[in-house]
């Protein structure tokens, strides 16, 4: 079960600690990584505040014994180096643009933008409530060659897997 978050929700804060938690429900393979030792790359695109939230929430966590690096991307065109890619709702404008130019690459797409995953994103952030819930495209992840847990599939709101 996805434990509680460390901060309030609503919040970037509870988005940046269950972004890091979530990416511990995703099979990695090794092909995605140049090396053995190489870190998973969690890109911010749209808001260069998240980055030093997201850094400071991902301070000696890992994946799979993978340190967490966390990067702000401004490049469109450089998102494909990033494993994770956080899309900031300033971006939604861009969204079908930025989804198509991934479209072919094994990234996880992650936002708090409306009907993400109805637009190809992999998990859309949403709240309820006052609570964060999320929803997962496992469509779009069997596509892109990674695999949700079945733990996180049941703890989301909403599943895409038809």
Known sequence: MLPAPRVMAN????????????TQFVTWSPQF??????????????????Q???EKIAVGRQVESRAIV???????YKL????????DESQEQQLTRILTILKNRSVLTVSTIPNFIDSGGTIGFTYQ???????????VAKMKGLPI????????VRVIDK
């Open 52 to 54: 030093n939230l997201f």
């Open 11 to 22: 919040s970037p804060e509870t988005e940046a600690d269950y972004l890091i938690r979530i």
């Open 33 to 50: 990584f140049s090396t053995m030792a190489s870190p998973l790359e969690i890109c911010i695109f749209g808001n260069a505040q998240f």
């Open 129 to 139: 409530n006052n609570k964060l819930l999320f929803e997962i495209n496992q469509l």
């Open 149 to 156: 847990s079945s733990k996180l599939l049941r703890q989301s």
């Open 70 to 76: 966390v990067r702000q991307e401004a490049n469109i």
């Open 80 to 87: 494909n180096t990033c494993h994770v890619i956080y899309i």
